[in-house]
């Protein structure tokens, strides 16, 4: 007989039990068990058990769930889409009932201010909570609620942040979006949701490199800011095989692995490079396509005194870039002043996110010079 069903069951019956009897000691022992043999069991169990898992314990939401209840149920599938599981079985129910929960974050907060005295929820200890509780029976419900709004945070960006396709249908919760972008500024957990949600995800972009007569189209995954298409796309475009001959600057190997988020901020603060130079340098000036001349050269800053340039901006996103023809343009320039960015534009959220620019087509000489074409026709 399979053992993930009986697991499952187990583990469904010991949280329903520890709310039930209102965590005693002994339910919060049994429900300690069981969560530690559903834990064992997916930790050695192979991706399929571990799906198996994630259904059986889906089944096991309901609206009905206290948001605590809830919210445990729903760290422990995060934490088995860590082990391995597939992180859009559980997905949906998850943003379903934090969008609720986000919705409801000003409240909270208000009430811990006004009514228990904590001004900063997020600089409490983990056991200074249960205090609290004894000390404010009547308004103990949003520490519930605080601890729940963790739990589902921590399951959202565990599988948020390893599904490009669950992050694309997020994106279409409007409710989801506007809420945590609200609630950002108050719990940890709303902010990086609200910024996975505002990140670019399979874009499509035509990049132009004047100097070297080259064109490029590159997908982008998970870009925060056009800084960090700045970032992603020097390292992309140098590390080509098109780029052999290259002779010019070179990106910064740590800024780089920040940028794809393969290490987080901490893992480097002991490094001299790092520490020295926390920021990205322009290595091309970044143009629209509204900057191509006739004799095909850039319009630069010089020739346009008084108007904004026809750059792209680094605090803007990949989508700002405007469009021709339904695509995305963007033209490389050699560098007309000197341009760096702090790493902290794009300051990894989660180790298991990465996020790319890969060339994933070099023009023909025929298709380089039909997009010049194409751009002069506008002009």
């Not at 010089?302 to 033209?331: A, H, N, S």
Request: proline residues 6%; glycine residues 6%; aromatic residues 8%.
């Amino acid at each position: 007989m399979d053992e993930d069903a009986p697991l499952a069951d187990a583990f469904l019956g010991a949280l329903r039990e520890r709310e039930k009897r209102h965590d005693d000691a002994e339910s919060r022992q049994r429900f300690g068990q069981a969560y530690q043999r559903l834990i064992d069991f997916a930790g050695q169990a192979d991706h399929g058990t571990q799906d198996a898992l994630l259904h059986a314990l889906t089944a096991g939401f309901s609206d009905q769930q206290t948001n605590w209840e809830f919210g445990c149920l729903a760290n422990t599938c995060g934490i088995i889409v860590e082990l391995g599981g597939d992180p859009a079985i559980a997905i949906e129910p998850v943003l379903d009932r934090i969008t609720l929960l986000f919705a409801r974050i000003p409240e909270i907060v208000q009430v811990m201010r006004e009514r228990m005295g904590v001004d900063n929820p997020n600089a409490i200890a983990h056991d200074d909570w249960p205090r609290l509780g004894r000390a404010y029976p009547d308004h103990a419900w949003v520490i519930g609620d605080w601890h729940a709004i963790q739990f589902m945070g921590c399951a959202a960006m565990a599988m948020l942040v390893r599904d490009v396709e669950s992050r694309k249908r997020a994106r279409d919760r409007i409710d989801l979006a506007q809420s945590a972008e609200v609630a950002a500024s108050d719990n940890p957990y709303a902010y990086y949701i609200s910024e996975v949600l505002s990140m670019i995800d399979d874009e499509l972009l035509v990049v132009l490199d004047l100097p070297r007569r080259l064109g490029f189209r590159v997908r982008l995954t998970a870009v925060r800011n056009n800084f960090h298409l700045f970032t992603l796309l020097q390292d992309a475009l140098l590390a080509h095989p098109t780029a052999t001959d290259w002779r010019g600057p070179c990106v910064r190997p740590v800024v780089v692995t920040v940028a794809k988020s393969e290490r987080m901020l901490h893992e480097i603060e002991s490094e001299p490079e790092a520490l020295a130079k926390e920021s990205g340098d322009a290595i091309w000036t970044y143009y629209s396509w509204h900057a191509l001349k006739p004799d095909d050269t850039l319009r630069t800053i010089q020739e346009t005194p008084g108007q904004v340039p026809y750059w792209i901006w680094g605090e803007g996103k990949p989508t700002d870039i405007p469009l021709l023809d339904g695509e995305r343009v963007m033209l490389l320039g050699p560098l007309e002043i000197p341009r760096s960015w702090s790493i902290g534009f794009f300051a990894p959220l989660h180790p298991a996110l990465r996020s790319s620019t890969v060339v994933e087509a070099v023009m023909s000489d025929g298709e380089y010079r039909a997009w010049l074409e194409r751009i002069r026709a506008r002009r």
